[in-house]
């Protein structure tokens, strides 16, 4: 699992342009220089029938889209723009992202009991063809609603706050909050009470995924959280 893992990433992290495409089309392009590339196939010759089937083939997006609209429409909306608060968008995010989250809900690291048993039931292949499928939709732009505490909100995601080492999310989540492929979640248009809720999660070791935002997250405020979600719920 792991050296299939790793293989994977290896493909991606060869194909810079795998993580920028955003139009459904794009998709196929690199996907299909990543099969015919001696480089990234390398591993493949080691252990060919475990691996070969994965790493080389590219995202199936008319499999995506069927397994996401037979199952995980129902809660992440059609297209992936989810119309509950609670639960997030998915559309126009990094599909590298989600297959991580896919995999960390799996192995139970991201702990959450819907989603560990969606994911569950989910093998590498449908976790990408479903995450490069829901990344070619386009996201609808969501609204900032507290007009005072978005204020606080952007000061902090643009600037941070120095004198408590509080870093500007905008270094990793890019000014416009469309995030930075691949790692870097796209945070533009979220639901801001999901977004709300990931940032308590993370300070409160709830989430206890990513060390980086752990760390950013264990020096928030109830207050801030809250502006902080507001304002990325409006920003694009
Ligand atoms: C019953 C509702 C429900 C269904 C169905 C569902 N999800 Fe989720 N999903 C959630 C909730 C709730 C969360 C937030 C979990 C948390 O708080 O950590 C979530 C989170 C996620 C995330 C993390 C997003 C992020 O920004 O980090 C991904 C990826 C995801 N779901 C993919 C899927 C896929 C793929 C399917 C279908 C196979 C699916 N979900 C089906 C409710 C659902
Ligand atoms: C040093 C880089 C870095 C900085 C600075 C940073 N983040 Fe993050 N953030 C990340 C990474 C990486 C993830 C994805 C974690 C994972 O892979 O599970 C993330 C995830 C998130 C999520 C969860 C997204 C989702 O869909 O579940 C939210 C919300 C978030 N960050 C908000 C913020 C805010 C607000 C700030 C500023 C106070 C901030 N981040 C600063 C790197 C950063």
New binding site residues.
Partial sequence: MKLLLTSLLAAFLALPAVSSFAAGEAASAPASGAASAPAAAAPAAAAPAAIAPVSAAKPDLAKGEA??TA??V???GVGGNSGTP???T?AQ?HPEY?VK??QDFKSGK?Q?A??QG?AS??SEGDMRN?AYWVATSKAKPGFAMDKNLVALGERIYRGGVADRRIPACAGCHSPNGAGIPVQY?RLSGQHAE?AA??LT?FRDGV?NNNLVMSQVAAKLNDKEIRALADYVAGLH
């Fill in positions: 397994s996401f199952v995980c129902a809660c992440h609670t639960f997030p998915l995010q989600l989250q896919l991201r959450n819907i989603m969606f039931a989910l479903i979640p999901y809720a990931q999660a989430r």
